[in-house]
């Protein structure tokens, strides 16, 4: 009597530990093309600048009100400490003072508004540089330039890490439960179960794998559950 080693063999799909598609924050039309797909990068490089006019000319605008923003506040600022002193020498009423008060702090309240959107506008026109979210290889799904990219929704290329990497394959429930859920234990780790990888020219690669991952519920169009 002995141990008989027992082997599942299932198709499964090499995929990058992370992939990222990478879109713009902003929306405009892609006026320079830094990378070409396949491309290795690093986080935070460059990769595609937007045209920036529309967003320089809302900053400057941003900044023009700001600084009347700030004029007004500095001269309503300047009555208040005068009429602070009138009614030291009571010169005036009290009632003339608290409505200045009044009408400083609104004026504060303005400029600290119009700081948020000069701050806005200054982040609209660096997010016209789309960089690099991490270090990868990048897709051939590369956009041209010329290509106009709405924000959020328009996938400029596609970046993915070589290594590591998963084997993603799936198992039935029933040979999940058989080889696999039988030795888990709930509140512990999944089970190093060997698995190595057959290339399609059928030769073996040298490295073996691990379970990882396993999805948390049963997919209803085909009843497998997916494995890394």
Do not use: C, H
């Amino acid at each position: 009597t002995q141990d008989t080693p027992l082997t599942l063999e299932y198709a499964g799909t090499v995929k990058g530990k992370d992939e990222v598609k990478v879109t713009a924050r902003v929306s405009g039309t892609i006026v320079a093309k830094y990378v070409k797909g396949g491309q290795y990068v690093t986080a935070g490089q460059a990769l595609y600048k937007i045209d920036d006019r529309t967003y320089q000319a809302q900053l400057l605008k941003a900044q023009s009100d700001l600084a009347q923003a700030q004029a007004t506040a500095n001269n309503d600022l300047l009555d208040l400490q005068r009429y602070q002193q009138l009614l030291a020498a009571a010169a005036i009423s009290e009632q003339v003072v608290t409505t200045q008060q009044a009408k400083v702090n609104a004026d504060n309240a303005n400029v600290a508004a119009m700081e948020a959107m000069v701050a806005q506008a200054q982040k609209n026109v660096d997010d016209t540089v789309v960089t690099a979210p991490m270090s990868g290889k990048l897709a051939v799904d590369d956009v041209a330039a010329g290509t106009f990219a709405a924000a959020g929704s328009t996938t400029l290329v596609s970046i993915g890490t070589a290594d590591p990497i998963y084997v993603q394959f799936s198992i039935s429930e029933a040979e999940y439960l058989k080889y696999v859920g039988a030795s888990v234990v709930p509140g512990s780790a999944l089970p190093t179960k060997s698995v190595q990888i057959i290339l399609s020219d059928g030769s073996q690669y040298p490295i073996t794998g691990q379970i990882v991952e396993v999805v948390r519920a049963i997919e209803d169009s085909s009843g497998s559950l997916i494995v890394k």
